[in-house]
């Protein structure tokens, strides 16, 4: 008698123990394999993303106004780039810049790139240039960026026709100067957009050329 109750208390402390071991291992193993669902680990992506603005720009542009920036060549080693409005319109990874003078075209009101393309202005027809230049109008904005050598080929007709898009350095780029800029047609005053470095061997970064330029900023949407 004795021995089967002290069986039966032996069996009922097994079964208390293996119940509370499985019942520790699921809690532990529960608690292990809790991920939040997948709606909710998105919000907090989105919450802790970063909010890039447009063509990398430290601060957005207020309203009515087109986010540029524009890049130099470097030397005769890395083609200019030109982004507008977070489109990247020229650069080296696109394949459509070249030695010389590169310019895109916008439409000044509604941000559309209208044309773009280079002008070796070493070995280059100077006139296909001026052709371009000539066929500018009111409604455009012009980038242009300089890339290795931007003006050997340059000549008087070419730095009035820049002069009037509102350049200040026009007049005097010459051999591989660097030269960033953003105008318009007929403006009334110099415009604010623009940076120039002569070829100076005792201040250029590489050898044989100036350091390259970075041009970036808000532009203001024009209106008709």
């Known amino acids: 008698m004795r021995m089967s109750v002290l069986l039966r208390l032996l069996a009922l402390i097994f079964v208390l123990i293996t119940s509370w071991v499985i019942v520790r291992s699921y809690i532990s193993f529960s608690w292990k394999t809790i991920r939040l669902p997948r709606w909710l680990a ?4 989105k919450k802790t993303r970063v909010v890039r603005n447009k063509c990398d720009l430290s601060k957005p542009c207020p309203n009515n106004f087109f986010a540029f920036k524009i890049l130099s060549g470097a030397a005769n080693v890395v083609g200019p780039s030109m982004c507008f409005e977070g489109h990247m319109i020229m650069s080296p990874v696109k394949d459509n810049v070249g030695r010389g003078l590169n310019i895109a075209l916008v439409n000044g009101s509604t941000g559309t790139v209208l044309r773009q393309s280079f002008f070796d202005m070493y ?4 006139m296909l240039l001026v052709k371009f230049l000539k066929e500018i109008t009111e409604d455009m904005l012009v ?5 290795d050598d931007p003006g050997t080929k340059m000549n008087d007709e070419l730095r009035a026709l ?17 030269w960033v800029f953003l105008g318009a047609k007929d403006i009334k005053s110099n415009s604010p957009f623009e940076q120039f470095l002569k070829n100076d061997p005792n201040t250029n970064k590489y050898e044989g050329w100036p350091e390259l330029l970075e041009l970036e900023g808000c532009v203001p949407r024009k209106t008709f």
Do not use: H, I, T
Request: charged share 15%; proline share 3%.
């Open 123 to 126: 070995s280059g027809d100077p």
């Open 143 to 147: 980038l242009v960026a300089s890339y």
């Open 162 to 178: 820049f002069s009037n898009l509102g350049s200040s350095y026009a007049k005097q780029l010459g051999f591989r100067d660097s």
């Open 42 to 45: 998105g919000s907090v992506s």
